[in-house]
C-alpha cells in the first residue's frame, strides 16, 4: 500500500477539530513535500520524522517521492503534534506496520531525534473533544495523565516510537522491535492528590470592613475593587480571596485546566483548585486577553472559574482596562482574526487594587497626601465609568497605626468563612441556578423582591450617588448576597443599606 490515513486533532480555541493525515509514498524523484496549511514548527517535522524513523532502526522510504497532507487544508495547524502521526503515515504507507490496524484511534505527539515521544500542550482540550466518541488516543508521556482526567476518555501512553510501532505491526511479521515494557499503558482515571490550601485570611488582622467584603464578593461571584494606601494590606487581602470560594465541580476544573494545558501552563497540582492571574501592570491588551495567531487564551481566561488580581489598577493600559468590560458581563472572550475567530471561557472573579490618589496617601491618618485634587481626579478618572459600573464592590481599605496591629488577635481563618460562602452560594444555586452576580432583568426583580421602604431606600441613594441602571442593580445584587449570607430569604432594608456601602470608596478618597 501507498497511501496511508492517521487521524490526530489540530488546535482551534478550546476546540480540536479532526485532522487526518494522508500519507502517499510515489516513485520519482526522492522528496518530501508537507502541505496543508502547516505552521512553521509542522513543517519542521520532516527533519525530527526522519531521524526518528533512523535512530529507532526503522526504514525511512528515502527513494519515495513523499506527500503528506494534513486535512482540511483550510484549517491551520500549529506545534510539533503532528510528529507522530506523520510518522506512522510513512511506516503504514510503506508496509512496515498495518494500515487497517490505525482505524479507530488517534495519535499526537512529538518527535525526539531518537524516536522519544514529548508532551504537546492541550491535550485536555483534545481528550475532551473525545470524550463523545468511541475514540483511542495515543499521547506522550505528561500529556497522556492530563488528557486521562476526562471521565471516559480512552487514552494510551506511549513513551518512545518504538512502543507504538510493537502495536500495528502485521500479522506474521518479523519480531517485534525492541521498546520499553512499561512505555504502552492505558491510563487509567487518576485525580491528583488534594493540594494543602494556600495562604489563610487569619494571617491578616483588621481590616473587618475589607473583610467582610471578600466574604461577600466571593459567596455572591461580584468583582471587588480595594482602595487605600500603600501598606494598608490590598495585596495580602486579595491573595487569600481564591481560597474563600466554593468547592470547584468537575466540569469546572476540566474547563480551568483545558485551558492552562493548551498555555502549557497545567500541573497535577492545580486540579480542583481555583487559580489566581495575578499579570504585571505593564501587560499588553493581548496578554489580558488573548490573541495572536493562531489566537492563544489570555490571563482572563488562564483565570476562568478562579481570580484574576489586578494590582496598581489605574496603572494598566487603557486599551487593556476596556478590553475587560465585555467578559465581566458575559464570561467568555471572542478573538476574531481575518483568517479565524476563537472563543474563550473567561469567567472569573475580578479582585483590583488601587491606591486612592498619585502619591498613595489620599485619606490616611498616618501621612498627609501631596497631590492637589486635580491631580486626584485625573488619577482616579484613568478607569472609565462603564468600567466601575462593572465592578460590584468598591471598599476602602485604611492603612491601620501598628499599635493597633502588634500583639493584635489573629483573624478569623478562611475555612470558616468558606463554610459560611459556600451556605449562601448553595441557597442561590438552588434558588435560581446561577450565582447572584449572572441575575438579570426580570429574574432579578423576582429574586430581590424588595419591600417598599427598602425599594425607596435604593431609589434614593442611586439619585443621590448619581448611579447608572447598571450600577443601581449591582448594588441590588450584591444585597441579596448580603440576605444569603444572613440566611433570609428576603432582602431587606438593612440588606440594600450595606450594599449601598460598598460602592462609595472612590467617592470617600475623593473627597478626602
Same mark, same amino acid.
Given at each position: 500500500?501507498?497511501?496511508?490515513?492517521?487521524?490526530?486533532?489540530?488546535?482551534?480555541?478550546?476546540?480540536?477539530?479532526?485532522?487526518?493525515?494522508?500519507?502517499?509514498?510515489?516513485?520519482?524523484?526522492?522528496?518530501?513535500?508537507?502541505?496543508? *496549511?502547516?505552521?512553521?514548527?509542522?513543517?519542521?517535522?520532516?527533519?525530527?520524522?526522519?531521524?526518528?524513523?533512523?535512530?529507532?532502526?526503522?526504514?525511512?522510504?528515502?527513494?519515495?517521492?513523499?506527500?503528506?497532507?494534513?486535512?482540511?487544508?483550510? *484549517?491551520?495547524?500549529?506545534?510539533?503534534?503532528?510528529?507522530?502521526?506523520?510518522?506512522?503515515?510513512?511506516?503504514?504507507?510503506?508496509?512496515?506496520?498495518?494500515?487497517?490496524?490505525?482505524?479507530?484511534?488517534?495519535?499526537?505527539?512529538?518527535?525526539?531525534?531518537?524516536?522519544?515521544?514529548?508532551?504537546?500542550?492541550?491535550?485536555?482540550?483534545?481528550?475532551?473533544?473525545?470524550?463523545?466518541?468511541?475514540?483511542?488516543?495515543?499521547?506522550?508521556?505528561?500529556?497522556?495523565?492530563?488528557?486521562?482526567?476526562?471521565?471516559?476518555?480512552?487514552?494510551?501512553?506511549?513513551?518512545?516510537?518504538?512502543?507504538?510501532?510493537?502495536?500495528?505491526?502485521?500479522?506474521?511479521?518479523?519480531?517485534?522491535?525492541?521498546?520499553?515494557?512499561?512505555?504502552?499503558?492505558?491510563?487509567?482515571?487518576?485525580?491528583?492528590?488534594?493540594?494543602?490550601?494556600?495562604?489563610?485570611?487569619?494571617?491578616?488582622?483588621?481590616?473587618?470592613?475589607?473583610?467582610?467584603? *471578600?466574604?461577600?464578593?466571593?459567596? $455572591?461571584?461580584?468583582?471587588?475593587?480595594?482602595?487605600?494606601?500603600? $501598606?494598608?494590606?490590598?495585596?495580602?487581602?486579595?491573595?487569600?480571596?481564591?481560597?474563600?470560594?466554593?468547592?470547584?465541580?468537575?466540569?469546572?476544573?476540566?474547563?480551568?485546566?483545558?485551558?492552562?494545558?493548551?498555555?502549557?501552563?497545567?500541573?497535577?497540582?492545580?486540579?480542583?483548585?481555583?487559580?489566581?492571574?495575578?499579570?504585571?501592570?505593564?501587560?499588553?491588551?493581548?496578554?489580558?486577553?488573548?490573541?495572536?495567531?493562531? @489566537?492563544?487564551?489570555?490571563?482572563?481566561?488562564?483565570?476562568?472559574? +478562579?481570580?484574576?488580581?489586578?494590582?496598581?489598577?489605574?496603572?494598566?493600559?487603557?486599551?487593556?482596562?476596556?478590553?475587560?468590560?465585555?467578559?465581566?458581563?458575559?464570561?467568555?472572550?471572542?478573538?476574531?482574526?481575518?483568517?479565524?475567530?476563537?472563543?474563550?471561557?473567561?469567567?472569573?472573579?475580578?479582585?483590583?487594587?488601587?491606591?486612592?490618589?498619585?502619591? +498613595?496617601?489620599?485619606?490616611?491618618?498616618?501621612?498627609?497626601?501631596?497631590?492637589?485634587?486635580?491631580?486626584?481626579?485625573?488619577?482616579?478618572?484613568?478607569?472609565?465609568? @462603564?468600567?466601575?459600573?462593572?465592578?460590584?464592590?468598591?471598599?476602602?481599605?485604611?492603612?491601620?497605626?501598628?499599635?493597633?496591629?502588634?500583639?493584635?488577635?489573629?483573624?478569623?481563618?478562611?475555612?470558616?468563612?468558606?463554610?459560611?460562602?459556600?451556605?449562601?452560594?448553595?441557597?442561590?444555586?438552588?434558588?435560581?441556578?446561577?450565582?447572584?452576580?449572572?441575575?438579570?432583568?426580570?429574574?432579578?426583580?423576582?429574586?430581590?423582591?424588595?419591600?417598599?421602604?427598602?425599594?425607596?431606600?435604593?431609589?434614593?441613594?442611586?439619585?443621590?450617588?448619581?448611579?447608572?441602571?447598571?450600577?443601581?442593580?449591582?448594588?441590588?445584587?450584591?444585597?441579596?448576597?448580603?440576605?444569603?449570607?444572613?440566611?433570609?430569604?428576603?432582602?431587606?432594608?438593612?440588606?440594600?443599606?450595606?450594599?449601598?456601602?460598598?460602592?462609595?470608596?472612590?467617592?470617600?478618597?475623593?473627597?478626602?
Amino acid at each position: 500500500m501507498s497511501l496511508a490515513l492517521v487521524q490526530s486533532r489540530a488546535l482551534l480555541g478550546l476546540q480540536a477539530p479532526a485532522v487526518t493525515v494522508e500519507v502517499h509514498l510515489a516513485n520519482g524523484l526522492p522528496s518530501f513535500a508537507l502541505v496543508g *496549511l502547516a505552521d512553521v514548527e509542522v513543517k519542521e517535522a520532516r527533519e525530527r520524522v526522519r531521524s526518528a524513523l533512523q535512530n529507532a532502526g526503522l526504514d525511512f522510504p528515502s527513494n519515495k517521492k513523499i506527500t503528506v497532507n494534513l486535512a482540511p487544508a483550510d *484549517l491551520p495547524k500549529d506545534s510539533g503534534r503532528f510528529d507522530l502521526p506523520i510518522a506512522l503515515g510513512l511506516l503504514a504507507a510503506s508496509g512496515q506496520i498495518d494500515a487497517a490496524r490505525l482505524g479507530g484511534w488517534e495519535f499526537a505527539g512529538e518527535l525526539s531525534l531518537s524516536g522519544q515521544l514529548r508532551p504537546v500542550r492541550g491535550s485536555l482540550a483534545t481528550s475532551l473533544a473525545l470524550r463523545a466518541q468511541d475514540l483511542r488516543m495515543v499521547l506522550p508521556p505528561g500529556s497522556a495523565e492530563e488528557a486521562a482526567l476526562v471521565p471516559g476518555a480512552q487514552i494510551w501512553r506511549a513513551r518512545h516510537l518504538l512502543d507504538v510501532v510493537r502495536q500495528f505491526l502485521p500479522a506474521g511479521s518479523a519480531p517485534e522491535p525492541e521498546g520499553d515494557d512499561d512505555g504502552w499503558q492505558r491510563m487509567a482515571p487518576a485525580l491528583p492528590a488534594a493540594q494543602p490550601d494556600g495562604p489563610d485570611l487569619a494571617d491578616v488582622k483588621g481590616q473587618a470592613a475589607a473583610r467582610r467584603a *471578600l466574604e461577600i464578593a466571593a459567596a $455572591g461571584g461580584h468583582g471587588l475593587l480595594l482602595v487605600g494606601p500603600p $501598606g494598608s494590606g490590598k495585596s495580602m487581602l486579595a491573595q487569600r480571596f481564591a481560597g474563600l470560594l466554593p468547592p470547584m465541580q468537575v466540569q469546572q476544573a476540566l474547563e480551568s485546566a483545558a485551558i492552562a494545558s493548551l498555555a502549557g501552563r497545567f500541573t497535577p497540582q492545580q486540579w480542583m483548585r481555583r487559580q489566581t492571574a495575578s499579570p504585571h501592570h505593564s501587560c499588553s491588551a493581548v496578554a489580558l486577553v488573548g490573541g495572536g495567531s493562531p @489566537p492563544r487564551p489570555g490571563e482572563i481566561s488562564l483565570a476562568h472559574e +478562579g481570580v484574576l488580581f489586578l494590582d496598581e489598577f489605574p496603572e494598566f493600559a487603557r486599551s487593556a482596562l476596556e478590553a475587560l468590560r465585555e467578559p465581566l458581563e458575559s464570561g467568555r472572550i471572542t478573538i476574531a482574526r481575518a483568517a479565524q475567530r476563537a472563543e474563550f471561557p473567561a469567567r472569573f472573579q475580578l479582585v483590583a487594587a488601587m491606591n486612592p490618589c498619585p502619591c +498613595g496617601f489620599a485619606g490616611s491618618r498616618q501621612r498627609a497626601c501631596r497631590c492637589t485634587p486635580d491631580q486626584v481626579a485625573r488619577y482616579q478618572g484613568k478607569l472609565s465609568g @462603564p468600567l466601575l459600573d462593572r465592578i460590584d464592590l468598591h471598599v476602602e481599605v485604611p492603612q491601620l497605626p501598628a499599635d493597633e496591629l502588634l500583639g493584635a488577635p489573629a483573624g478569623e481563618p478562611s475555612a470558616a468563612v468558606r463554610a459560611r460562602v459556600a451556605l449562601a452560594h448553595e441557597r442561590a444555586q438552588k434558588r435560581q441556578g446561577v450565582p447572584n452576580q449572572a441575575l438579570q432583568g426580570r429574574q432579578l426583580d423576582e429574586v430581590a423582591a424588595l419591600d417598599e421602604a427598602a425599594a425607596r431606600f435604593l431609589q434614593t441613594a442611586a439619585t443621590r450617588l448619581a448611579w447608572s441602571a447598571r450600577g443601581t442593580h449591582r448594588a441590588l445584587k450584591v444585597a441579596r448576597t448580603i440576605a444569603d449570607l444572613a440566611g433570609s430569604e428576603h432582602v431587606t432594608l438593612a440588606h440594600v443599606a450595606e450594599a449601598i456601602q460598598y460602592r462609595r470608596a472612590l467617592h470617600r478618597s475623593a473627597d478626602h
